[in-house]
């Protein structure tokens, strides 16, 4: 079966300072260890001058998830999926985020596989990247030098690549308190479990707004080289009221600004097509929620 | 190479170790701890074999490194139940439930139900389906799993199973404790003293003369045993119905997994690193990947020698096509003009792959005489054993084969796959050698099912009748011949199975391309002679306006006559079958609503056939031994049926029947189990032995009750006097006495090679085989909704009706119809094995090989009708097979119900039925 016997050493770091060393002196062979789930699926069957693992396990400070006084929340990079999917906390605040942590691979899988993986292997078909975006998630960066905060989005350069530089490790996420901000995430795939999107789009309404001027956000995932926030369809629904028109020709836009492949799952033409399906059921879904409320 | 001191708590007993880097915790608890409980499925988390609760989670053992889970609390089903007399409560509901079929995929399902109870002990539906999304089951169809847990949560009682007569009664499946347990002997299990690890090194091109082959360095490599390749071994040439296949390629290779060499190393490492050090020169040749490309004129040979190779009946062939059949009724073309509407369809499939959870193992090790013993996980032990005989020139009487445990055969473990390599590499180097394939080699090397493209014309009547038929079905068979004539001939033969046609033909052509060689799947030929047959059915009865079901039951043919091939039907009643099951669907009552459709499809089938042999012997405490060649792939049956079988017969408990089987050395020929024939005829002969076992019971018991042989009777292991039933004596007292008095034992055996039954040779030309006796019938319809903006399936309802002749253990019944149907489903919706622009398989895993989860397949209804067959025992006809055709053409006409548009290939994946109706509309608009 798949053995990866190009693992050749393996370190356990307990804190982020020692994880970061270990990086920087193995620049070649080293690869932080998260839940694995992709990352030993992924690793070169030969190696010259052989793997090293470095676990992510015992660093604390990659763990939890905790709420602040201002309800700003920080979800640490090795919190599992089933850790995300069940915290009381986020499917309260963040319950898009939730839900597509909850529709990750199988139950084993989300046990295993952590946000923080999910973010840094950055696949275009990340789960939790739409609703990351969407709630304006910031990626938390360590390096010896100190931590910065940067948007999931930018942190995202392109299919397996983000702006993390050699020695540097993501802590987490801080999302901030949502006030209002009513969210929904879909998944199209072929089967119900164990499925890499052909197509995931997260959707929010900033429901505190009159419904004249509603500020709708549209996230994108495995329809471009990384996923990404359809500007030109939110900006077309934000200057005026929203009517069932809009919401068509935004889906149609969210449409003409996606890029996305041909693959085994699914056509680019497919992938696009199914853009403007899903934006306009979200969108449509979460309007008349908001027209039942405010009756 | 590092080592790193471990401590983790295995189901509740500290253990310490010292591991690899490169270790996962699946191989430390396999290879290390010997808890082989604990299953490879795939190496890549995604088929729950390996599940083992981590720390209280579950998880997939082959994803976590042992370095990594160091001072873990680790349980595996080995600790379930720490008492070895008891059972954990869902060890013994997946028992009582018929959960279990072949036992590989259960260790992993009883730990992700273990694990949602302790997280909630009181799950619905829905999360017992989600807590079980990550554990594949290739046979049961998820619904008696989903049962047995369901039934822990609520403290269902445990369904009854007693019952006067040992038959009819749905008793558990004597080796289910072992599989509960994790006991089991799969192939990956065994092991030897001294054993070293195989691998196999397959063709890089689809197509390419080989120049040279340099194993020199491979050879010098420290720890490799030996290196074998073609030219220095003497090989024969092996092949189902036309030899045409050798173990290793020498000139030439086929397709992109045909083996150049194998090498044997101290462990699977080395092994790997040493492929890569052989050099293989070759000279590629343009590769032919499709049937129209081989079919077209001065399309590259892919068999330059096609017409020197040994065959097992007349067959006809030519260029790229290895066989040509023809089934000729009547005037077709009078057919045509006497018909008011003809109409022609083009329908073509996929490549379908078994994708058994088990790989394919062996284990082959050599005695000092040079006899061979081979662990396999075969389906057919004496065929294999005269397969290896034959490909490797080494006498049948040198070789013994042991079937393993088979983790799931569905016809993929029928041939000569994996084990003549491990022979050859044991032979050279003098030790036993084990190889277990990874699951991309099962993917790329193995015999799945064969892509088709039927076309297909009908006259029809105003009145609903049909007139005429012609149908054309290509078979792509890949590299080899396989099991394509047999495939080719039984598609002749199902095609005329179902409906009166006056006038057909039928033209049938088995095709070489450069692609993996194509096998025996459940029911080799059914589901895309159904899909394609079937989906026709319904656009000709919508074309003349008339209800489907209604234009089945005017057509199909009746008790008496001839199916196309000439074959008389007897023991059949299509229309109770047909009938009966659109009733359960509520077929007529069904108010239309928008975007939901309904949808039937019958399939024809044949079981049975080939030669088989049993003995039933007494033993001196009565229990009884069923002696047999035969091998049970996971379906249960001859821990089921086949025992309740001989039981009936001599009047004891099932329980008391003790199996020894599927070792060549111990029993006697079996065919192999394929072609549903298990209950069917492996049940036959075991009757035949049970009573002749009787009969010399009676001769025992006449003499010492001082009565004739026809006034005895027996019950529950007694022999009785019929009109004075306290004058008795027991099973075991007549052995023992026959063993001290006459010299023992108290034995039967019987032998049967069942007739095949007659056809019309006049109708027919190069079929590779004449007709199976076992004739039946089954009828699938479901209630599905289509969602037209992205093509997606719901399906509502399924309801799925064959007739079984008689349900010897309904609940296994019940069993084969609802794994059939998932896997129908499977190739309906989602499974395809593609091949890329240079003959390579583009998705060789389990992520892009979509096997259905619990999660996708529906809770489907199983309806068991039982009209007899005479040849069968207590009239059981065969099973297994039939139970996956019909779910392609089942949705295919469920979408044509709803939504108007007709699919003609599948599988049918939401972005195809999306395709499919943008095409329609643009029609539509445009006309």
């Given at each position: 079966?798949?053995?990866?016997?190009?693992?050749?050493?393996?370190?356990?770091?307990?804190?982020?300072?020692?994880?970061?060393?270990?990086?920087?002196?193995?620049?070649?062979?080293?690869?932080?260890?998260?839940?694995?789930?992709?990352?030993?699926?992924?690793?070169?069957?030969?190696?010259?001058?052989?793997?090293?693992?470095?676990?992510?396990?015992?660093?604390?400070?990659?763990?939890?998830?905790?709420?602040?006084?201002?309800?700003?929340?920080?979800?640490?990079?090795?919190?599992?999926?089933?850790?995300?999917?069940?915290?009381?906390?986020?499917?309260?605040?963040?319950?898009?985020?939730?839900?597509?942590?909850?529709?990750?691979?199988?139950?084993?899988?989300?046990?295993?596989?952590?946000?923080?993986?999910?973010?840094?292997?950055?696949?275009?078909?990340?789960?939790?990247?739409?609703?990351?975006?969407?709630?304006?998630?910031?990626?938390?960066?360590?390096?010896?030098?100190?931590?910065?905060?940067?948007?999931?989005?930018?942190?995202?350069?392109?299919?397996?690549?983000?702006?993390?530089?050699?020695?540097?490790?993501?802590?987490?996420?801080?999302?901030?308190?949502?006030?209002?901000?009513?969210?929904?995430?879909?998944?199209?795939?072929?089967?119900?479990?164990?499925?890499?999107?052909?197509?995931?789009?997260?959707?929010?309404?900033?429901?505190?707004?009159?419904?004249?001027?509603?500020?709708?956000?549209?996230?994108?995932?495995?329809?471009?080289?990384?996923?990404?926030?359809?500007?030109?369809?939110?900006?077309?629904?934000?200057?005026?009221?929203?009517?069932?028109?809009?919401?068509?020709?935004?889906?149609?836009?969210?449409?003409?600004?996606?890029?996305?492949?041909?693959?085994?799952?699914?056509?680019?033409?497919?992938?696009?097509?199914?853009?403007?399906?899903?934006?306009?059921?979200?969108?449509?879904?979460?309007?008349?929620?908001?027209?039942?409320?405010?009756? | 190479?590092?080592?790193?001191?471990?401590?983790?708590?295995?189901?509740?007993?500290?253990?310490?170790?010292?591991?690899?880097?490169?270790?996962?915790?699946?191989?430390?608890?396999?290879?290390?701890?010997?808890?082989?409980?604990?299953?490879?499925?795939?190496?890549?988390?995604?088929?729950?074999?390996?599940?083992?609760?981590?720390?209280?989670?579950?998880?997939?053992?082959?994803?976590?490194?042992?370095?990594?889970?160091?001072?873990?609390?680790?349980?595996?089903?080995?600790?379930?139940?720490?008492?070895?007399?008891?059972?954990?409560?869902?060890?013994?509901?997946?028992?009582?439930?018929?959960?279990?079929?072949?036992?590989?995929?259960?260790?992993?399902?009883?730990?992700?139900?273990?694990?949602?109870?302790?997280?909630?002990?009181?799950?619905?539906?829905?999360?017992?389906?989600?807590?079980?999304?990550?554990?594949?089951?290739?046979?049961?169809?998820?619904?008696?799993?989903?049962?047995?847990?369901?039934?822990?949560?609520?403290?269902?009682?445990?369904?009854?199973?007693?019952?006067?007569?040992?038959?009819?009664?749905?008793?558990?499946?004597?080796?289910?404790?072992?599989?509960?347990?994790?006991?089991?002997?799969?192939?990956?299990?065994?092991?030897?003293?001294?054993?070293?690890?195989?691998?196999?090194?397959?063709?890089?091109?689809?197509?390419?003369?080989?120049?040279?082959?340099?194993?020199?360095?491979?050879?010098?490599?420290?720890?490799?045993?030996?290196?074998?390749?073609?030219?220095?071994?003497?090989?024969?040439?092996?092949?189902?119905?036309?030899?045409?296949?050798?173990?290793?390629?020498?000139?030439?290779?086929?397709?992109?997994?045909?083996?150049?060499?194998?090498?044997?190393?101290?462990?699977?490492?080395?092994?790997?690193?040493?492929?890569?050090?052989?050099?293989?020169?070759?000279?590629?040749?343009?590769?032919?990947?499709?049937?129209?490309?081989?079919?077209?004129?001065?399309?590259?040979?892919?068999?330059?020698?096609?017409?020197?190779?040994?065959?097992?009946?007349?067959?006809?062939?030519?260029?790229?096509?290895?066989?040509?059949?023809?089934?000729?009724?009547?005037?077709?073309?009078?057919?045509?003009?006497?018909?008011?509407?003809?109409?022609?369809?083009?329908?073509?499939?996929?490549?379908?792959?078994?994708?058994?959870?088990?790989?394919?193992?062996?284990?082959?090790?050599?005695?000092?005489?040079?006899?061979?013993?081979?662990?396999?996980?075969?389906?057919?032990?004496?065929?294999?054993?005269?397969?290896?005989?034959?490909?490797?020139?080494?006498?049948?009487?040198?070789?013994?084969?042991?079937?393993?445990?088979?983790?799931?055969?569905?016809?993929?473990?029928?041939?000569?796959?994996?084990?003549?390599?491990?022979?050859?590499?044991?032979?050279?180097?003098?030790?036993?050698?084990?190889?277990?394939?990874?699951?991309?080699?099962?993917?790329?090397?193995?015999?799945?099912?064969?892509?088709?493209?039927?076309?297909?014309?009908?006259?029809?009547?105003?009145?609903?009748?049909?007139?005429?038929?012609?149908?054309?079905?290509?078979?792509?068979?890949?590299?080899?011949?396989?099991?394509?004539?047999?495939?080719?001939?039984?598609?002749?033969?199902?095609?005329?199975?179902?409906?009166?046609?006056?006038?057909?033909?039928?033209?049938?052509?088995c095709v070489y391309t450069n692609k993996m060689n194509c096998g025996s799947m459940r029911g080799p030929a059914a589901p895309q002679t159904t899909f394609a047959l079937e989906s026709h059915t319904d656009t000709l009865a919508k074309a003349i306006g008339m209800d489907p079901l209604d234009f089945r039951l005017k057509n199909l043919l009746e008790k008496g006559e001839k199916t196309g091939v000439g074959q008389p039907l007897v023991d059949i009643d299509y229309k109770k079958v047909v009938s009966e099951t659109a009733e359960a669907i509520g077929w007529g009552k069904i108010r239309k609503e928008e975007n939901v459709g309904k949808g039937m499809a019958c399939v024809f089938w044949l079981s049975g056939g080939w030669s088989t042999s049993a003995t039933v012997k007494i033993n001196e405490d009565g229990t009884v031994t069923l002696l047999t060649g035969a091998v049970d792939m996971g379906t249960g049956y001859l821990y089921t049926s086949v025992p309740q079988i001989v039981a009936e017969e001599l009047g004891v408990r099932p329980e008391d029947v003790q199996l020894v089987q599927g070792d060549t050395d111990q029993v006697t020929y079996d065919h192999g189990t394929g072609g549903s024939r298990g209950a069917h005829t492996v049940g036959k002969v075991a009757q035949m032995a049970a009573s002749r076992a009787r009969e010399e019971l009676f001769k025992e018991a006449a003499k010492k009750l001082k009565v004739d042989v026809t006034a005895l009777g027996t019950q529950n292991g007694w022999v009785y006097v019929k009109e004075n039933p306290k004058e008795r004596a027991s099973f075991a007292e007549l052995s023992y006495d026959r063993h001290i008095k006459e010299g023992g034992p108290v034995i039967g055996t019987a032998h049967l090679l069942p007739e095949m039954d007659e056809i019309d040779p006049t109708r027919v030309k190069g079929l590779s085989f004449t007709a199976f006796k076992g004739v039946t019938i089954g009828c699938h319809a479901a209630l599905v909704e289509i969602n037209p903006k992205t093509g997606q399936v719901e399906i509502k309802k399924y309801v799925a009706g064959h007739d079984v002749g008689r349900a010897i253990n309904p609940r296994a019944v019940e069993g084969q119809i609802e794994g059939g149907v998932s896997m129908g489903?499977?190739?309906?919706?989602?499974?395809?094995?593609?091949?890329?622009?240079?003959?390579?398989?583009?998705?060789?895993?389990?992520?892009?090989?979509?096997?259905?989860?619990?999660?996708?397949?529906?809770?489907?209804?199983?309806?068991?009708?039982?009209?007899?067959?005479?040849?069968?025992?207590?009239?059981?006809?065969?099973?297994?097979?039939?139970?996956?055709?019909?779910?392609?053409?089942?949705?295919?006409?469920?979408?044509?119900?709803?939504?108007?548009?007709?699919?003609?290939?599948?599988?049918?994946?939401?972005?195809?039925?999306?395709?499919?109706?943008?095409?329609?509309?643009?029609?539509?608009?445009?006309?």
């Amino acid at each position: 079966m798949v053995r990866n016997y190009s693992i050749r050493e393996y370190f356990q770091p307990e804190t982020l300072r020692e994880a970061s060393e270990l990086l920087r002196l193995y620049p070649e062979g080293a690869r932080l260890l998260g839940g694995g789930t992709d990352l030993l699926n992924r690793l070169p069957q030969r190696s010259e001058q052989g793997i090293k693992i470095v676990s992510l396990k015992r660093i604390s400070e990659l763990r939890g998830i905790r709420q602040d006084k201002a309800g700003d929340v920080f979800i640490g990079a090795m919190t599992s999926h089933a850790d995300v999917a069940g915290s009381p906390v986020l499917r309260q605040e963040f319950p898009a985020l939730a839900k597509a942590s909850s529709l990750v691979g199988s139950p084993s899988i989300r046990n295993l596989g952590t946000i923080g993986g999910n973010i840094v292997n950055a696949s275009p078909s990340a789960e939790t990247a739409p609703p990351l975006l969407v709630y304006g998630a910031r990626a938390v960066v360590w390096s010896p030098r100190g931590e910065k905060q940067t948007p999931v989005e930018e942190f995202i350069t392109g299919p397996s690549r983000t702006v993390l530089r050699r020695g540097e490790i993501l802590k987490g996420f801080v999302l901030e308190k949502a006030r209002n901000l009513k969210a929904r995430y879909e998944k199209l795939g072929t089967r119900k479990a164990q499925e890499i999107a052909i197509v995931n789009v997260c959707v929010s309404l900033n429901a505190e707004k009159s419904s004249k001027l509603s500020e709708i956000r549209i996230a994108l995932g495995a329809v471009a080289p990384k996923p990404y926030r359809a500007r030109g369809a939110e900006a077309h629904l934000g200057v005026e009221r929203i009517t069932g028109d809009r919401i068509t020709e935004a889906g149609r836009i969210a449409m003409s600004e996606a890029s996305p492949i041909s693959d085994l799952r699914a056509s680019a033409d497919y992938r696009r097509e199914m853009i403007a399906v899903l934006v306009e059921k979200l969108i449509t879904s979460l309007m008349t929620e908001q027209e039942a409320s405010g009756k | 190479m590092m080592n790193y001191r471990v401590s983790y708590v295995v189901n509740g007993k500290p253990v310490t170790l010292d591991v690899q880097p490169h270790e996962t915790l699946l191989s430390v608890l396999r290879e290390r701890l010997g808890l082989t409980g604990t299953k490879e499925g795939c190496g890549t988390g995604e088929c729950g074999a390996c599940m083992v609760i981590l720390d209280g989670r579950t998880v997939n053992a082959c994803l976590v490194l042992a370095a990594d889970c160091s001072g873990a609390d680790i349980l595996t089903v080995e600790g379930l139940a720490p008492d070895a007399r008891k059972l954990h409560p869902l060890q013994e509901s997946f028992v009582q439930h018929g959960a279990v079929q072949c036992g590989f995929c259960t260790p992993g399902a009883l730990m992700s139900a273990k694990s949602l109870l302790d997280r909630n002990p009181n799950p619905d539906r829905e999360e017992v389906k989600t807590a079980l999304s990550g554990n594949l089951c290739r046979c049961t169809g998820y619904k008696k799993i989903l049962d047995a847990v369901d039934a822990v949560a609520k403290k269902a009682v445990v369904p009854s199973s007693e019952g006067e007569r040992a038959i009819g009664r749905s008793i558990r499946r004597s080796d289910s404790l072992e599989h509960v347990r994790g006991v089991s002997r799969f192939g990956a299990d065994i092991t030897r003293p001294k054993m070293a690890y195989g691998k196999i090194l397959r063709s890089a091109h689809a197509h390419a003369r080989i120049r040279s082959i340099d194993t020199s360095r491979a050879e010098r490599f420290e720890g490799v045993l030996a290196v074998v390749t073609g030219h220095e071994i003497s090989q024969g040439y092996f092949g189902v119905d036309i030899k045409d296949r050798q173990v290793f390629a020498t000139e030439k290779v086929r397709y992109r997994g045909d083996a150049v060499a194998a090498v044997a190393a101290v462990d699977e490492e080395i092994a790997a690193k040493a492929l890569d050090l052989i050099e293989v020169e070759y000279e590629p040749l343009e590769a032919v990947l499709g049937v129209h490309e081989a079919l077209a004129p001065g399309a590259p040979v892919i068999h330059e020698s096609l017409h020197e190779y040994e065959a097992s009946f007349e067959a006809e062939k030519e260029g790229n096509i290895c066989t040509i059949a023809n089934v000729k009724v009547g005037d077709l073309e009078k057919g045509f003009a006497e018909s008011d509407v003809t109409l022609e369809e083009t329908f073509t499939t996929q490549i379908q792959h078994q994708a058994s959870i088990e790989t394919h193992a062996a284990m082959a090790e050599v005695d000092v005489h040079g006899r061979i013993t081979v662990w396999s996980t075969t389906q057919k032990p004496f065929a294999m054993r005269r397969y290896l005989s034959q490909s490797l020139k080494i006498p049948i009487s040198a070789i013994r084969v042991i079937a393993t445990k088979v983790g799931g055969g569905f016809g993929g473990k029928l041939e000569l796959i994996v084990e003549p390599y491990a022979v050859v590499l044991a032979r050279k180097c003098g030790r036993p050698v084990q190889i277990t394939y990874s699951r991309d080699e099962e993917f790329l090397s193995t015999t799945p099912r064969h892509q088709t493209r039927f076309w297909v014309k009908s006259g029809v009547k105003k009145d609903g009748t049909l007139v005429a038929r012609h149908v054309k079905l290509v078979f792509d068979t890949g590299a080899y011949s396989g099991n394509g004539p047999t495939a080719v001939t039984l598609a002749c033969q199902l095609v005329g199975g179902l409906y009166r046609i006056p006038n057909l033909l039928i033209e049938g052509f088995c095709v070489y391309t450069n692609k993996m060689n194509c096998g025996s799947m459940r029911g080799p030929a059914a589901p895309q002679t159904t899909f394609a047959l079937e989906s026709h059915t319904d656009t000709l009865a919508k074309a003349i306006g008339m209800d489907p079901l209604d234009f089945r039951l005017k057509n199909l043919l009746e008790k008496g006559e001839k199916t196309g091939v000439g074959q008389p039907l007897v023991d059949i009643d299509y229309k109770k079958v047909v009938s009966e099951t659109a009733e359960a669907i509520g077929w007529g009552k069904i108010r239309k609503e928008e975007n939901v459709g309904k949808g039937m499809a019958c399939v024809f089938w044949l079981s049975g056939g080939w030669s088989t042999s049993a003995t039933v012997k007494i033993n001196e405490d009565g229990t009884v031994t069923l002696l047999t060649g035969a091998v049970d792939m996971g379906t249960g049956y001859l821990y089921t049926s086949v025992p309740q079988i001989v039981a009936e017969e001599l009047g004891v408990r099932p329980e008391d029947v003790q199996l020894v089987q599927g070792d060549t050395d111990q029993v006697t020929y079996d065919h192999g189990t394929g072609g549903s024939r298990g209950a069917h005829t492996v049940g036959k002969v075991a009757q035949m032995a049970a009573s002749r076992a009787r009969e010399e019971l009676f001769k025992e018991a006449a003499k010492k009750l001082k009565v004739d042989v026809t006034a005895l009777g027996t019950q529950n292991g007694w022999v009785y006097v019929k009109e004075n039933p306290k004058e008795r004596a027991s099973f075991a007292e007549l052995s023992y006495d026959r063993h001290i008095k006459e010299g023992g034992p108290v034995i039967g055996t019987a032998h049967l090679l069942p007739e095949m039954d007659e056809i019309d040779p006049t109708r027919v030309k190069g079929l590779s085989f004449t007709a199976f006796k076992g004739v039946t019938i089954g009828c699938h319809a479901a209630l599905v909704e289509i969602n037209p903006k992205t093509g997606q399936v719901e399906i509502k309802k399924y309801v799925a009706g064959h007739d079984v002749g008689r349900a010897i253990n309904p609940r296994a019944v019940e069993g084969q119809i609802e794994g059939g149907v998932s896997m129908g489903l499977g190739f309906a919706l989602t499974e395809e094995l593609r091949i890329g622009e240079k003959g390579e398989v583009e998705n060789p895993g389990f992520h892009d090989y979509k096997l259905p989860t619990s999660l996708d397949v529906p809770e489907t209804e199983p309806l068991i009708f039982e009209v007899p067959a005479q040849c069968g025992p207590h009239g059981a006809k065969g099973l297994g097979e039939p139970t996956m055709a019909p779910p392609a053409a089942v949705i295919g006409n469920a979408i044509y119900d709803a939504i108007g548009v007709r699919m003609h290939r599948t599988p049918m994946r939401p972005e195809d039925i999306y395709r499919e109706i943008q095409r329609c509309k643009a029609l539509k608009s445009s006309t």
